[in-house]
Nanobody, 116 residues
Framework: VRLVESGGGLVQPGGSLSLSCTAY????????MSWYRQAPGNDRELVAG????????TYTDSVKGRFTISRDNAKNTVYLQMDSVEPDDAAIYYC??????????WGQGTQVTVSS
């Protein structure tokens, strides 16, 4: 049972990157899914969240209008589309599955580096 993130890498400022998080061993369907990030020396912060049905999304202010979270329950995957990437977006990005009464799952993280 695990979450596996992918898609991280090097991106230039102003560029785009698409992250994926796939669940293995359990279904994400009943879970609220979220993306977090942690930069060196900083606490882990919530970046974006999406509800069970996918109709409601939330974002931290610094990424509003630039990042988009989405989910495909049939593929057991949640995505984070990162556009107009800024240097402060550099971090390790983690996905999380959480729902009241169910175990919480975290992925191992994927590194996003922003550099020209």
């Amino acid at each position: 049972v695990r979450l596996v993130e992918s898609g991280g890498g090097l991106v230039q400022p102003g560029g785009s990157l698409s992250l994926s998080c796939t669940a293995y061993g359990f279904s994400i369907s009943p879970y609220k899914m979220s993306w977090y990030r942690q930069a060196p020396g900083n606490d882990r912060e919530l970046v974006a969240g999406i509800n069970v049905g996918g109709g409601t999304t939330t974002y931290t202010d610094s990424v509003k209008g630039r990042f988009t979270i989405s989910r495909d329950n049939a593929k057991n995957t949640v995505y984070l589309q990162m556009d107009s990437v800024e240097p402060d977006d550099a971090a390790i990005y983690y996905c999380k599955a959480a729902q009241t009464g169910r175990p919480i799952y975290w992925g191992q993280g994927t590194q996003v580096t922003v550099s020209s």
